[in-house]
């Protein structure tokens, strides 16, 4: 059966998911030739975006190497999953030329403009390929925008990996249960295990609850974590609202309760990753650097911490700042410097304290561009600005994870620079819900912003 849709992909599309030409089921697949020499333009730029770029071309290569002739390019291929011989679930991959376009009535000008090319050529192929829909794919809105002012009909976000569709929805790691928890049970069953405390509860006391969310109620009491879930009972490790609230690392105490489940889960030997996510200014960074700290240097769980984070701009200016690596992602990694000066302000001489913090924990700044294909043993890695990250991103760098390793992730959805990404297509939402079902991850999102009065406006009504 003919396609009866032509989907136009934009660079941004391939660099966001190069196996985004599986994704298309039975509909055809474009890609405009200016597409194609951007990708060549990004390959080889020192930046992690290269690598993405690198991959599309050779999902790209892997299909259309079959081809017999140009012309048959021109027409389209066959896509076929690498792996398999069925391809009868998808559709073609073609190139087309549009740098053979020549102005005229109705196209953007296109002389300078690589966004108006790919535009023109979806606006040819709707004139000129009338029997099927004509839609041009592109994270870009100001791309989508000026294609619908154009005249170009269907205009796309690429959405594969959107696992929700409005951040609200979003699980937040945490559930309040209005009143007095115990009051709503009618029966429980209570053991213990080790020095901790379960509780065996029914299912329908809890709705749409998950493997490591925290509860908590009204009461100055009750805080529990969930350990289980199926239909017959959920069962809850009572954690105790009071304990959480008087845990202390590194000499910081949590704030309020959601800084504590952060910090429970941070200590938890049995949780692998931890996703913190909020406003900033609610305890992120130093929650989980004070973590971090009491691991390394007081309990000897583990041997470093590796710190390391989104840089946008670190791929073009990382080279020409001198130094090591490590003091190449300085600039970049102030954040931890600031959070590490906060936590010995008060001693009597904070520089030499924050320089044995780091000489003793052996706090080491990389960047993402040295951490891909390195296997992390024994050591506590924080990624702040987690936001930033495509889901093929941290992918990457969550597949580097070790024996004896675990995983801080640290983000604000609300402070995304990336061109590529939308807080809902961020890498941070998607590992929040793509792990939501394994016991090893828990995910805190910070309520309240204690940085400081201003920034506590700023964040409520800006």
């Known amino acids: 059966m003919a396609a009866t849709k032509l989907y136009i992909l934009d660079t941004n599309v391939l660099l966001h998911d190069p196996n985004c030409l599986y994704e298309f089921k039975e509909q055809d697949v474009a890609i405009p030739m200016t597409v194609l020499e951007e990708l060549d333009n990004i390959k080889d730029r020192k930046q992690s975006v290269a690598q993405e770029a690198r991959h599309a071309i050779r999902a790209i290569d892997n299909i259309l190497s079959v081809a017999s002739s140009p012309t048959q390019i021109t027409r389209g291929v066959q896509i076929k999953v690498p792996g398999t011989d069925d391809s009868s679930t998808l559709g073609k991959l073609s190139v087309y030329p549009d740098h053979e376009l020549t102005s005229r009535q109705g196209f953007l000008p296109s002389t300078t403009n690589n966004d108006n090319r790919i535009i023109n050529c979806a606006l040819h192929l709707q004139t000129n390929?009338?029997?099927?829909?004509?839609?041009?794919?592109?994270?870009?809105?100001n791309m989508r925008l000026k294609a619908m002012g154009a005249g170009l009909q269907k205009v796309?976000?690429?959405?594969?990996?959107?696992?929700?569709?409005?951040?609200?929805?979003?699980?937040?790691?945490?559930?309040?249960?209005?009143?007095?928890?115990?009051?709503?049970?009618?029966?429980?069953?209570?053991?213990?295990?080790?020095?901790?405390?379960?509780?065996?509860?029914?299912?329908?006391?809890?709705?749409?609850?998950?493997v490591n969310q925290y509860i908590h109620d009204d009461s100055e009491d009750f805080a529990a974590r969930v350990v289980s879930v199926d239909h017959e009972a959920i069962i809850l490790r009572d954690l105790g609202h009071e304990h959480l609230m008087q845990q202390n690392c590194w000499g910081i105490s949590p704030i309020n309760i959601y800084q504590a489940f952060a910090m429970q889960s941070l200590l938890d030997s049995d949780i692998d990753l931890c996703m913190l996510n909020g406003a900033a200014g609610s305890g992120k960074t130093l929650i989980a650097l004070a973590c971090a700290l009491e691991m390394v240097i007081e309990q000897g769980r583990y041997s470093k911490i590796i710190v390391t984070r989104s840089t946008p701009p670190v791929a073009e200016d990382i080279g020409f700042l001198p130094g090591t690596e490590e003091e190449k992602m300085t600039p970049w990694l102030s954040s931890i410097l600031d959070n590490l000066e906060a936590m010995h302000e008060g001693d009597e001489r904070p520089q030499s304290s924050v320089k044995y913090a780091i000489e003793k924990a052996n706090i080491q700044f990389k960047s993402l561009n040295f951490i891909r294909g390195r296997s992390i043993q024994d050591a506590i890695v924080l990624i702040d600005e987690a936001q930033n990250l495509t889901p093929s991103q941290l992918k990457t760098i969550l597949t580097r994870c070790g024996k004896g390793t675990k995983m801080v992730c640290l983000g604000n959805l609300a402070q995304i620079d990336s061109n590529y990404l939308t807080a809902l297509t961020s890498g941070l939402t998607y590992i929040v819900e793509r792990f939501k079902d394994y016991n090893g991850a828990s995910n805190v999102h910070f309520e309240g912003v204690f940085r400081s009065s201003l920034a506590e406006y700023a964040e409520e009504h800006l």
């Open 129 to 141: 390929d009338s029997h099927r829909d004509i839609i041009l794919v592109t994270k870009d809105i």
């Open 156 to 210: 796309e976000d690429y959405r594969k990996d959107q696992l929700v569709s409005d951040l609200d929805l979003l699980s937040a790691g945490h559930q309040h249960i209005n009143g007095m928890f115990w009051e709503k049970v009618d029966q429980v069953k209570s053991y213990q295990k080790g020095p901790h405390t379960f509780h065996k509860v029914s299912p329908d006391l809890l709705a749409d609850t998950y």
